[in-house]
DNA sequence: CGACGTTGTAGCAACGTTGTAAATAGGGAA
DNA sequence: TTCCCTATTTACAACGTTGCTACAACGTCG
């Protein structure tokens, strides 16, 4: 039992394929008895339109790539839920690819990706520098989403993270902490580097000392790597009564060390967050965190590849390489302030 | 600038099209110097198969959907990405489809992919009833992840949902609980019939009595609904001493609003969830939880599509209806026996 | 020396769709 | 009546790929 084609439909209804296809496609001058037909017919063979071959025919394929480190991250969860609902809008279906955030896989992910599978791509990488977007073929409109360290000519849809990081920081120099520490520095991360200028900026504003040993690196940006950062300072002979952290996930790892060594938070330490995950509001205590705008990321990222990709298709001017700022807010919480 | 096809790369190559193709396929007859030109000449152009052509060439399409509530769900990331990778090893591409749990757009998932999209589909139903099966055409390959209270003849793979269920609220009788209250009643969810299943008999083996008031519906598997069911099970004259809820999100919620009350976990209310998802190792206190093998129902419920796709491409009889069971362990933290 | 098998190559058709252009029908104007 | 215009429909080709089949070249064997 095929599935019903438009040859099927085309018989049934007594008319050529070309007709169907017409009123498939919304054409106008059709004759109404003709339409009427069709369209019973239609629905009679249950005609669902092959998706591949219209797309062979029209050259585009009604697919966009999402190529994040990976899904169980809830982050990268929340954010691809809501991409896939803004490429729905425009008639996309999202491929997701995860690369473990390792330079190789992202690499495999960006050249894999021939432009026959897809019309687009968003991109979320970790450890992707310049050079491997050098050889990269240029035919399939690519956005960057979260942090682009690297110089290159791609859009690029991200908030401000200096900025984010700085009023994180600021924070806790507000409320009167004095000795901050900061978790997540990395080599290969564009993200970590931003928000470590961020942090040592209001460091500086609060007239607040660098002080190396507070400033604690990772391998990666997961619970168990937070919590041994966490773990760390608190083993320092003066221990920093605040922190913050690149993002939740190293956050509330520091939350269960601190938990562990009968710290209290946030009176004996604050903590501060970055990503406002579903997780972070229910956390005990619940945690402050940077809390960006991950819907209109979702959606300035799809709009962004969709302008693109309608450039390409008029043979228009490049416009110049975009590069959107969404906005974010300081999500103040029980970690830094306490039952209120 | 278009992309490479066949007939570039056979023009470059000096050979046939046909020539070219075979290389490709691995075709074993082919000169070993015309293998060796066709391949610089593959190098040469970057050539990448058009994937959609191919597949209208050979029926297939490449793509198994994979539908389920929300990817921001913890359980449902975790799952998917695991499902990404099994998929993948297979050839597969994933295609995700967010049904926010809602019967009509589980349904609409169902009917809308016709088999020209897809070469078969992964659900994880909240809503679906056997009606909504009924009228289905069935040329996709289909399999059930999670539960199917319906009784449909479609191939599904779980873990023992009762056994389960039975196994976390005897943990709680086995430390000594005696009033213990379950949290994720729902009249509509597969799963939440079979928990509760569970739970009652674990009660009834344990030689507790069943109260109704100790049984709370939820409507949502949120960890806001959780907070709320059991900030109304605090409120009862006689408090629980133990909860087993329905997922690790209700738990999660739950552990928050006993906070919140400053009841002790587990001193005054031990709590256990259901799922294992990442976040529950590290909350505060850590949370005693069933561990699905989510691996394992993943690479079952794709080898599972494989197996029916292989069938209806031979024409063979097609087996049973298969019902994988997976295993699962009770994964004992701080929430029922404290800091060890 | 011819029949035959093995190895290698290529032409053709078809998958289901749509753009282009040509064909048809029905009016009304010349 | 003839011709042109508009409204509608259709045939055909093409998108890039691969299965089928034909065929060529080359040995091998009787």
Known sequence: MRAATLKDVAELAGVSVKTVSNVVNGYAFVKPENRRKVEAALIATGYRPNIGARNLRRGKTGFIALVLPELSIPYFGELAGLIITAAQAHGWNVLIEQTQGTRDRERTALTSMGPHMIDGAILSP????????????????????????????????????????????????????????????????????????????ALGEAGLPQDDELDVPVREYHRGEGA??????????????????????????????????????????????????????????????????????????????????????????????????????LEIRESTIGRT
Do not use: W
Request: aromatic share 4%.
């Open 126 to 201: 970790e450890a992707l520098s310049a050079e491997d977007f050098a050889d990269l073929d240029s035919r399939v409109p690519l956005v960057m989403v979260g942090e682009h360290a690297v110089d290159v000519p791609i859009d690029h849809v991200a908030i401000d993270n200096v900025l984010a990081a700085r009023t994180a920081v600021g924070h806790l120099a507000t409320i009167g902490r004095r000795r901050i520490a900061a978790i997540g520095r990395n080599p290969t991360r564009g993200t970590a580097a931003l928000r470590l200028e961020g942090y040592r900026a």
């Open 228 to 329: 041994r950062a966490m773990s760390h300072l608190l083993d320092l002979p003066e221990r920093p009564d605040a922190v913050f952290c690149f993002n939740d996930l190293l956050a509330i790892g520091a939350l269960r060390a601190a938990a562990d060594r009968g710290v209290r938070v946030p009176e004996d330490l604050a903590i501060v967050g970055f990503d406002n995950t579903e997780e972070s509001a229910y956390s005990v205590p619940s945690l402050t965190t940077i809390a960006p705008d991950k819907r209109a990321i979702a959606e300035a990222a799809v709009s962004l590849i969709h302008a693109r990709s309608a450039e390409a298709a008029e043979n228009a001017t490049p416009f110049d390489v975009e590069d959107v700022q969404t906005p974010f807010a």
